[in-house]
C-alpha cells in the first residue's frame, strides 16, 4: 500500500523559513511526480508545486514561486518543500501527493502537516 | 491560468437521492486532465474519478462522472450516509494544477 507521512509544520513567524518533508513507501518513488498541495482553515485545495521523478522538472503556482522550493532524495524516497519569506496567508494544512500515471490526478495522499504563519 | 467554477456551493439532499454536481472550465480542458475528489472533515482528499469518467480504484459505482471541453459532470446516483462531503474538480495544463472552489454536500 502507498503511504506519505508528511512532517515538519510548526508556528513560525512572518518572514520566517520552515521546511517540510514527506516520507514515502509502498511504491517506486523515483518513478512518479510527487506534489504539495495545501488547505487554509475552513478553505478549499490550492495546488503548491510539482516535482518530477528525477527533479528534472519542477513546478510552482504563482502564489508560491520565488519563496518555496520543491526537491526530493529518491534514495532516501523523501519528498520535501523548503519555505521562506512566510506569510500569514501561507497557513495551510501542506499535504504531500503521488501523481497517477498520465492522467495528472493525485491519486494518493498524506495525512497533511499544518504550518501556521503568526506573530 | 484556468479556472474552475464548480455549482452549486452547497446542496442539503437526503440519501438515496441523485446528486449531479457542476464543474465549468474558463477555457477548454482536455478530458484525460479533469479529475473528481472527495473530502471528508479531518481527512486528506480522496481521488474519485480521473480522466473525466474513469473511477479510480475502490470507488463504487454509483460515482460517474462525464463531460468534455469546458463542462463536466460528477453524479452519485444513489446517496448513501457516507458520500456526504466536500467534493472538489481539478484539472491539469501547461505544468499547472487548479483546482475548483468544492462543492459540499450536506444532511438535509
Known amino acids: 500500500d502507498v503511504q506519505l507521512l508528511e512532517s515538519g509544520g510548526d508556528l513560525v513567524q512572518p518572514g520566517g523559513s520552515l521546511r517540510l518533508s514527506c516520507s514515502a513507501s509502498g511504491f517506486i518513488f523515483s518513478n512518479y511526480f510527487m506534489n504539495w498541495v495545501r488547505q487554509a482553515p475552513g478553505k478549499g485545495l490550492e495546488w503548491v508545486s510539482s516535482i518530477g521523478g528525477s527533479s528534472d522538472n519542477i513546478y510552482y503556482a504563482d502564489s508560491v514561486k520565488g519563496r518555496f522550493t520543491s526537491s526530493r532524495d529518491n534514495s532516501k524516497n523523501t519528498l520535501y518543500l523548503q519555505m521562506n519569506s512566510l506569510r500569514a496567508e501561507d497557513t495551510a494544512v501542506y499535504y504531500c501527493?503521488?501523481?497517477?500515471?498520465?492522467?495528472?490526478?493525485?491519486?494518493?495522499w498524506g495525512q497533511g502537516t499544518l504550518v501556521t504563519v503568526s506573530s | 491560468e484556468i479556472v474552475l467554477t464548480q455549482s452549486p456551493d452547497t446542496l442539503s439532499l437526503s440519501p438515496g437521492e441523485r446528486v449531479t454536481l457542476s464543474c465549468r472550465a474558463s477555457?477548454?480542458?482536455?478530458?484525460?486532465?479533469l479529475a473528481w475528489y472527495q473530502q471528508k472533515p479531518g481527512q486528506p482528499p480522496r481521488l474519485l474519478i480521473y480522466?473525466?469518467?474513469s473511477r479510480a480504484t475502490g470507488i463504487p459505482d454509483r460515482f460517474s462522472g462525464s463531460g468534455s471541453g469546458t463542462d463536466f459532470t460528477l453524479t452519485i446516483s444513489r446517496l448513501e450516509p457516507e458520500d456526504f462531503a466536500v467534493y472538489y474538480c481539478?484539472?491539469?495544463?501547461?505544468?499547472?494544477?487548479?483546482f475548483g472552489q468544492g462543492t459540499k454536500v450536506e444532511i438535509k
Open positions: 477555457q477548454y480542458v482536455t478530458s484525460t486532465y
Open positions: 501527493a503521488k501523481i497517477g500515471g498520465s492522467y495528472r490526478s493525485f491519486d494518493s
Open positions: 480522466a473525466a469518467s
Open positions: 481539478q484539472q491539469y495544463r501547461n505544468s499547472l494544477w487548479t
